[in-house]
């Protein structure tokens, strides 16, 4: 089992950055392929990035150039900086974990783990 706890979210303006991490337990991620979803009110919860167990990442066309994950092993730790924030970045970020996710990455269902969220709000 993995447990999985985001943090890092909150209010920040249009144009602005945030830093979410995603801390693991129960298993070291250095296993696990691991992804950042979120999820608007009113819509389904959508695959923003991706990272394999040998550093491979994976895009949504959405936050290409503004988004970047990375994984420190070590600390047993996932992060995604937010850059150039907009007010439809607006949502709850979760992250995601599993040992194996295959080409069907972008898909909620794939994933295995998930984190509880944090919120995210981007003001105009």
């Known amino acids: 089992q993995v447990q999985l706890v985001e943090s890092g979210g909150g209010l920040v303006q249009a144009g602005g950055s945030l830093r979410l991490s995603c801390a693991a337990s129960g298993r070291e991620i250095s296993n696990y392929a691991m992804a950042w979803f979120r999820q608007a009110p009113g819509k389904g919860r959508e695959f923003v990035q991706g990272?394999?167990?040998?550093?491979?990442?994976y895009d949504a066309d959405s936050v290409k150039g503004r988004f970047a994950i990375s994984r420190d092993n070590g600390k047993n730790t996932v992060y995604l900086q937010l850059d150039s924030l907009k007010p439809d970045d607006t949502a709850v970020y979760f992250c995601a974990a599993d040992y194996y996710v295959g080409s069907r990455y972008e898909r909620p269902s794939s994933w295995t783990y998930w984190g509880q969220g944090t919120q995210v709000t981007v003001s105009s």
């Open positions: 990272i394999t167990t040998s550093g491979r990442t």
